[in-house]
């Protein structure tokens, strides 16, 4: 009984925890951004570097969810 409420409750709060782990994400992705632009790299580069952890990250989704 007690684990029906648990399921129910991360059903409910599951938008939450997926967009708080976004922001977590693009937090953790903004402090490297201004890491690398203070040690002087080209812009062009961190455009190629974001779209590098896009692919390595939607890619395996991609594979596995969309069988």
Sequence with gaps: MMMRKVE???HVSKP???LS???LCV???LV???S???SGANSIVLVVYGH???ILVLSP???FLEK
């Design 16 to 18: 939450y925890l997926f």
């Design 52 to 54: 590098l952890i896009a």
């Design 32 to 34: 490297f951004l201004q």
């Design 8 to 10: 129910a409750g991360f």
């Design 21 to 23: 782990l976004n922001k």
């Design 61 to 63: 989704l991609a594979f």
């Design 27 to 29: 937090a953790i992705f």
């Design 36 to 38: 690398v632009v203070s």
